[in-house]
């Protein structure tokens, strides 16, 4: 048998067009003959794609060829055959050049009116569909899993899909508003308020945001080291208008390049107005104390809090503590000093310093539980003395490679306590009324957004610039904003009307009995 596809166009005026597309031809009934194959898939798509477009062309160069003055048909210079890519395929179109009109003076001659028309030699809904992927995985892998699954061009590559996404990061980026000053001007008078300029009832809130903000590391181009790469997430904990039967809290990522980008503040405020952040809204920021993230937040909102994740200062007192684990016990330590003494009659410790100074494995212990429960109850403080005076019963002269450890870690300890004792919380407290107190949630944004992309699996390298401009697509993807992006560009994108005809039993095909 033989199936016969046929394109009809219905033009505005009411005239009918046909098109003959192609015809199918069925032998014998068999399991890998049925329907369409993939290949016959994309002819069909692309066959149909360039009868449409062709005819859509055909009736805008119509409605062009009259002079918009004086309504009279201009001139043909010559015609030329232009490329332009779609989904479903590299298109040649025709493209007549025509003379202007003697009507009116013109800098030209000449002009084509299908420039016009297509400003870009791609289609956007391709470019966004290599976008999407490219975020996701490599370039070379979303150039074969296209290729693979639509009639596109053969000679789609990684560096093509590469332009495409770095043009609609760059895209993105144009879009950004003016920086935010430093110092935003005073009113040099008071406005005296008035009923028509009384402050009107605010809404209600949402619930309260909650930022999350981490660091990872991405490798440079030519093995010359790593770079810094900040990701975060932002949680709102539920939507007033959200549905009851639904789960009303939201999330959303961001991350940048800090070296690199300039507006990274401005970045950051863009972000939190997209997420919904509003006046009277509860801001809380958590971070690992780092240096590049620990005052990001402050010209956004002052009055936020910032506080330091537990996690990162239970993990350092679990080194420490790793550490004292290796000292001698009690019993040991009394034990080797009395074999000195033995050995070195003649010490008198009323005037000679003890040669074995140092503390026990247990003194030390417990004192690192005495830190560790003062910063749990937010008493920096505190916390700060204990360690101080740990320091002074650990230090000794040529002290062991063990001990020399521990107080290496215990000096890095002492100066990451005092760099953030202001973000230190009353963790217990909040433990207790159920609020958050670590960073797990950034964790995992960090894995989600850099790792997966930028890292794991791949032996790749990355420029600053690349990277930047990568991350910013990929967190629109991750979030599901790409597509507003593309309608605000596009506003026709993705819209389209599409008629299906009811299908009707006939019985030589579902027969009923």
């Not at 208008?241 to 070296?259: H, I, L, R, Y």
């Not at 780092?290 to 009055?303: A, N, Q, W, Y």
């Amino acid at each position: 048998m033989k199936f016969n596809l046929q394109l009809r166009v219905t033009t505005d005026d009411g005239s009918v067009l046909e098109h003959d597309l192609v015809t199918f031809a069925r032998t014998e009934p068999r399991l890998e003959t049925l329907g369409l194959t993939l290949e016959e898939g994309k002819k069909v798509l692309k066959t149909v794609q360039q009868s449409m477009v062709e005819t859509q062309v055909l009736a805008f160069l119509k409605q062009q060829r009259p002079c918009p003055d004086c309504r009279q048909q201009r001139r043909v210079k010559g015609s030329r055959r232009v490329s332009f890519s779609t989904v479903f395929g590299d298109l040649k179109l025709r493209s007549p050049r025509l003379h202007h009109c003697d009507c009116n003076t013109h800098q030209v001659g000449s002009f084509s009116p299908l420039s016009e028309l297509l400003t870009e030699k791609c289609h956007p809904e391709l470019v966004h569909l290599e976008t999407r992927w490219a975020c996701l995985m490599s370039y070379g892998l979303t150039a074969k899993l296209i290729k693979d699954v639509l009639p596109v061009n053969e000679k789609l590559n990684a560096v093509g899909i590469r332009k495409h996404v770095l043009a609609v990061a760059d895209r993105l980026e144009e879009a950004l508003v003016e920086p935010i000053p430093e110092h935003r001007p005073v009113p040099p008078e008071p406005i005296e308020r008035t009923p028509a300029t009384s402050p009107q009832v605010l809404t209600i809130p949402d619930g309260p945001m909650t930022v999350g903000i981490d660091g990872g590391y991405v490798r440079t181009q030519r093995k010359q080291g790593f770079f810094e790469v900040i990701a975060g997430k932002s949680l709102v904990a539920f939507k007033r208008d959200a549905p009851e039967d639904q789960d009303s809290s939201s999330a959303k990522c961001f991350g940048f390049v800090q070296t690199f980008d300039q507006n990274h503040k401005q970045r950051f405020l863009e972000h939190l107005n997209a997420h919904g952040l509003t006046a009277g809204q509860k801001l809380e920021f958590f971070s690992d104390g780092g240096e590049t993230v620990r005052g990001l937040h402050k010209h956004l909102s002052p009055d936020a809090q910032h506080v330091l994740d537990w996690f990162h200062i239970s993990m350092r007192l679990t080194v420490l503590g790793q550490y004292a684990k290796s000292l001698l016990d009690t019993a040991s330590l009394e034990k080797a000093r009395g074999q000195w003494q033995k050995t070195n009659p003649d010490w008198q410790d009323w005037d000679t310093p003890d040669p074995l100074p140092g503390c026990a494995r247990e003194e030390v212990l417990v004192d690192l539980e005495s830190v560790k429960h003062y910063l749990w109850h937010g008493n920096a403080f505190r916390a700060l003395e204990m360690t101080n005076g740990l320091l002074l019963e650990v230090e000794m002269p040529n002290p062991p490679e063990k001990t020399r450890k521990l107080l290496k870690g215990l000096l890095e300890f002492r100066t990451y306590i005092e760099r953030n004792q202001n973000l230190i919380v009353n963790y217990g407290e909040r433990y207790r009324m159920g609020d958050r107190i670590s960073t797990a949630f950034v964790e995992s944004t960090v894995n989600q957004v850099i790792a997966k992309r930028f890292c794991k699996k791949q032996s790749m390298q990355w420029s600053v610039a690349g990277s930047h401009r990568l991350l910013q697509v990929r967190t629109r993807v991750l979030n599901g904003d790409l597509e507003t992006a593309f309608k605000q560009w596009y506003p026709a994108f993705g819209v389209g009307e599409m008629q299906l005809p009811e299908l009707l039993e006939r019985r030589e095909i579902h027969p009923r009995n």
